[in-house]
């Protein structure tokens, strides 16, 4: 995925993009707004474009830097996450952060602090943080996200950049129960049968989404994580999940990207209302093709 393919908030992401080809992003940004899930995604994109190594179109997908910002397992990209409730993202964390800062990057240029959830900081927690917004080294990138600004106090606003993100309108209810055992049971069949010998075992699989555009984007998601693990795994960074090791031991590095970007491509597709029955056609000889099948 890159900034245009990005599913929602395309003003925001050109933004973001044109400072990035310009080499004038900021040095401490906050994405605000929007749903927690997109929040996390376009953060991960931005520190991805920032260590790519890529001259331009950052980020490409296919330097070594961006298939490890895309596991989730490049050293030089730090992730904190508050809870729901205040004050759940703790003071400790901000000062091992700003530790942190003093050692210089292990791969890149750069390093990246992505700070989820960033309302959820006591004003102790911000206080600390900006000593190091004030004069973080020339290195160090600061990428906070929150639900919105006004629980940040003033004086971290006034040392942030801000992109305003607006709700997609079709985030999908977390799964519960039954309905979250048939996702995670279904898009892991559907996961490994991208990467059998045979077509047909994804068909049939594909069948029992014909008529649930719900069940289709919440499988897709769940298969794009299971990817994104066995890119971790890939990089020899060690999983529980028997399912993304097997994908990691099924395809190369290269193939697992491929499969990640076409899911990334289908769940915009979904997004934008595709014909359902057309989307689940194209779905498999994408995957597979995808996969090298």
Known sequence: ?????????????????????????????????????????????????????????????????????????????????????????????????????????????????????????????????????????????????CDSKTKLLPTILSRVAVFPLEASGQELSAPTGKKEQKINELSAQMARAVAAPAEFPLLALTGKLEKDKDLTAACLARMALLFREALRVSCGVASSQEDARYLAGALTQERLLAVMEAIDALSLSLLRNANQNLLLTRLCSTLRRAAGK
């Open 1 to 145: 995925m890159n900034f245009s393919s990005f599913p929602t908030n395309a003003h925001t992401c050109a933004q973001l993009s044109r400072l990035m080809e310009a080499g004038r992003f900021p040095h401490a940004a906050l994405l605000e707004g929007g749903s927690a899930g997109e929040r996390k995604a376009l953060a991960w994109l931005v520190a991805q474009a920032l260590v790519c190594t890529a001259s331009k179109g950052r980020p490409c997908g296919k330097c070594a830097a961006c298939r490890k910002a895309a596991a989730q397992a490049h050293p030089d990209i730090w992730e904190a996450e508050g809870g729901e409730a205040a004050r759940s993202f703790h003071i400790e964390t901000v000062r091992a952060i700003r530790e942190d800062t003093a050692v210089l990057p292990n791969e890149a240029e750069r390093k990246i602090y992505l700070l989820l959830n960033a309302q959820s900081m006591s004003a102790q927690a911000q206080n600390a943080l900006l000593k190091v917004l004030e004069e973080p080294p020339a290195y160090a990138f600061f990428l906070l996200a």
